[in-house]
């Protein structure tokens, strides 16, 4: 079963740090381009960052030289570690690959508030 599972998320101030986690079964994960999107409210969901299975990455300008993106493919585990958080970073995230998995996961919800 192709699954995607998001962890790590929480309610922090602005200025500290989160880790996010996606955790993949059911697929060869190590050949797959994945992607961090995010859900926040009243907004359209929107592509965070991405990383290429030869581990090239792309950011979102909001998040650059904020957000690092990687991947342990012996884990089967995508993660995004943000830093500086700022209230606007607010919003559900998730993961996904390219072409992306149908049935997304729960997303975590992260929360930037002082």
């Known amino acids: 079963q192709v699954q995607l599972v998001e962890s790590g998320g929480g309610l922090v101030q602005p200025g500290e740090s989160l880790r996010l986690s996606c955790a993949a079964s059911?697929?060869?994960?190590?050949?797959?381009?994945m992607t961090w999107y995010r859900q926040a409210p009243g907004k359209q969901c929107e592509l965070v960052a991405q990383?290429?299975?030869?581990?090239?990455?792309n950011y979102a300008d909001s998040v650059k030289g904020r957000f690092t993106i990687s991947r342990d493919n012996a884990k089967r585990t995508l993660y995004l570690q943000m830093n500086s958080l700022k209230p606007e970073d607010t919003g559900v995230y998730y993961c996904?690959?390219?072409?992306?998995?149908?049935?997304w996961g729960q997303g975590t919800q992260v929360t930037v508030s002082s």
């Open positions: 990383i290429t299975s030869g581990d090239l990455t």
């Open positions: 996904n690959r390219i072409p992306p998995i149908f049935t």
């Open positions: 059911g697929y060869i994960f190590s050949i797959y381009t």
